[in-house]
């Protein structure tokens, strides 16, 4: 009934050999099976990659997905919340839910964007939180993070195959928003809405009563996209008919990851064929492509997109720093001030790395003095 041809199917699922590169992946091949059990979907190629685009080398799918890792770091289904918008959480309990994806990865920002992110979603009914981070190691303070907000969420570590690193274009967050996909399918989540939301967006609370009837796929503008600084379907008579958008570059949809949700019923009838691929810039594309999309389907949000309601903001990204440590001191050292805790904060959440070699020396202040740090220790 459809009419799309070409549409390739890169499989999703990912049987678990972890790369063999380094120590720490070993005890990773237990966890990962004892996880993920039997539960994930693996599906082998039944198309093959198409060649739109400059910037792809295409590496063989089938070698790349049997080396994705993925391990479910900890999965948290109680919503701890007494009152949502000032109603009691009951009042909610019949809506759909919306499966909330955020790709991350360790920066000296992802903490602090992720208490953001964290406290915008406190406010919303109804709501899972698949965070995927870009590690091969579960970051445990990720966890005591994503406890602290109260809402049900599934922390994954899911990290990009180093052979993606290396392109001149690296699809980033694709292997973390394959993994959610595989959770979702695995898990049998096929009812409710499923919504990409990157860490560093900004999100109106109104968009997710937008988006949480959404009976197939729907869309809205994203604002801070591209030259037009939007990204939009174009609308008339209430459908959307094409879109508004600076880099169009062949895409049949050409929409930006946080510009639609997909009902999960609906994802669920090409749960075997829905893919993402490792292709920086045709994510949203081809996986709409993977759901055989058709343009009449596609629902209007925002008013007949006539506002925004998520921005694409981005944090101006800052190399953590290497602060030196003096010799007399590691960061488990015991210490009578609070510099040492904090030192061990600073370096378990990202945002410094501490070191006894090069980078920059740290020093206090007594009474307009410098002293060296050692000595407030
Ligand atoms: C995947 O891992 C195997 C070893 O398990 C290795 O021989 C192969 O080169 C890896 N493939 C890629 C694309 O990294
Ligand atoms: C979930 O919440 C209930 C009631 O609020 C509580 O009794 C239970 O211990 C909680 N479970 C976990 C795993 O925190
Ligand atoms: C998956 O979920 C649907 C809807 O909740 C249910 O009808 C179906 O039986 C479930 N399938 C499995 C295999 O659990
Ligand atoms: C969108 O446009 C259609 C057709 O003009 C109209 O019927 C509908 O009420 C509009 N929806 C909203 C939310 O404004």
């Given at each position: 009934?459809?009419?799309?041809?070409?549409v390739?199917?890169?499989?999703?699922?990912s049987p678990?050999?972890p790369?063999?590169?380094?120590?720490?992946?070993?005890?990773?091949?237990?966890?990962?099976?004892?996880?993920?059990?039997?539960?994930?979907?693996?599906?082998?190629?039944?198309?093959?990659?198409?060649?739109?685009?400059?910037?792809?080398?295409?590496i063989?799918?089938?070698?790349?997905?049997?080396?994705?890792?993925?391990?479910?770091?900890?999965?948290?289904?109680?919503?701890?919340?007494?009152?949502?918008?000032?109603?009691?959480?009951s009042?909610?309990?019949?809506?759909?839910?919306?499966?909330?994806?955020?790709?991350?990865?360790?920066?000296?920002?992802?903490?602090?964007?992720?208490?953001?992110?964290?406290?915008t979603?406190?406010?919303?009914?109804?709501?899972?939180?698949?965070?995927?981070?870009?590690?091969?190691q579960?970051?445990?303070?990720?966890?005591?993070?994503?406890?602290?907000?109260?809402?049900?969420?599934?922390?994954?570590?899911?990290?990009?195959?180093?052979?993606y690193?290396?392109?001149?274009?690296?699809?980033r967050?694709?292997?973390?928003?394959?993994?959610?996909?595989?959770?979702?399918?695995?898990?049998?989540?096929?009812?409710?809405?499923?919504?990409?939301?990157?860490?560093?967006?900004t999100?109106?609370?109104?968009?997710?009563?937008?988006?949480?009837?959404?009976?197939?796929?729907?869309?809205?503008?994203v604002?801070?996209?591209?030259?037009?600084?939007?990204?939009?379907?174009?609308?008339?008579?209430?459908?959307?008919?094409?879109?508004?958008?600076?880099?169009?570059?062949?895409?049949?949809?050409?929409?930006?990851?946080?510009?639609?949700?997909?009902?999960?019923?609906y994802?669920?009838?090409?749960?075997?064929?829905?893919?993402?691929?490792?292709?920086?810039?045709?994510?949203?594309?081809?996986?709409l492509?993977?759901?055989?999309?058709?343009?009449?389907e596609?629902?209007?949000?925002?008013?007949?997109?006539?506002?925004?309601?998520?921005?694409?903001?981005?944090?101006?990204?800052?190399?953590?720093?290497?602060?030196?440590?003096?010799?007399?001191?590691?960061?488990?050292?015991?210490?009578?001030?609070?510099?040492?805790?904090?030192?061990r904060?600073?370096?378990?959440?990202?945002?410094?790395?501490?070191?006894?070699?090069?980078?920059?020396?740290?020093?206090?202040?007594?009474?307009?003095?410098?002293?060296?740090?050692?000595?407030?220790y």
């Amino acid at each position: 009934m459809k009419t799309h041809s070409k549409v390739p199917f890169l499989p999703l699922g990912s049987p678990m050999n972890p790369p063999k590169n380094s120590s720490v992946f070993a005890n990773k091949v237990a966890k990962v099976g004892l996880c993920l059990i039997a539960g994930l979907f693996t599906v082998y190629v039944i198309g093959t990659t198409a060649s739109i685009g400059p910037d792809y080398s295409p590496i063989p799918v089938e070698q790349a997905n049997s080396n994705d890792t993925i391990t479910i770091c900890k999965e948290y289904y109680n919503d701890t919340r007494q009152y949502i918008q000032d109603r009691p959480r009951s009042d909610y309990e019949d809506l759909p839910t919306i499966y909330f994806v955020t790709p991350t990865y360790p920066r000296r920002e992802q903490m602090p964007e992720l208490i953001r992110l964290g406290h915008t979603l406190m406010h919303v009914p109804k709501i899972h939180w698949i965070v995927a981070d870009d590690v091969y190691q579960c970051n445990v303070h990720l966890d005591s993070l994503l406890m602290e907000f109260g809402i049900p969420f599934t922390h994954i570590s899911s990290p990009m195959n180093n052979i993606y690193r290396h392109l001149k274009n690296v699809p980033r967050g694709v292997a973390n928003r394959r993994a959610a996909l595989n959770w979702i399918k695995s898990n049998n989540k096929s009812e409710g809405v499923l919504y990409f939301g990157d860490d560093d967006n900004t999100f109106h609370l109104r968009l997710f009563s937008e988006i949480r009837h959404t009976k197939v796929v729907s869309m809205f503008p994203v604002g801070l996209i591209g030259n037009y600084a939007v990204s939009s379907p174009v609308v008339r008579e209430g459908k959307v008919i094409g879109f508004l958008d600076s880099w169009i570059a062949g895409r049949e949809w050409a929409v930006d990851m946080a510009g639609f949700a997909v009902n999960l019923e609906y994802l669920f009838r090409y749960k075997n064929q829905v893919t993402m691929p490792y292709k920086a810039g045709y994510e949203e594309d081809m996986f709409l492509r993977s759901l055989n999309l058709r343009l009449e389907e596609v629902e209007p949000k925002a008013s007949n997109c006539t506002e925004i309601l998520v921005y694409h903001t981005q944090t101006k990204k800052t190399k953590s720093p290497d602060i030196i440590l003096p010799h007399s001191i590691t960061l488990s050292s015991p210490s009578k001030s609070n510099i040492a805790h904090l030192f061990r904060f600073m370096e378990n959440s990202g945002v410094s790395h501490f070191t006894s070699s090069k980078g920059v020396k740290p020093e206090v202040s007594y009474k307009g003095k410098k002293l060296p740090v050692a000595s407030v220790y």
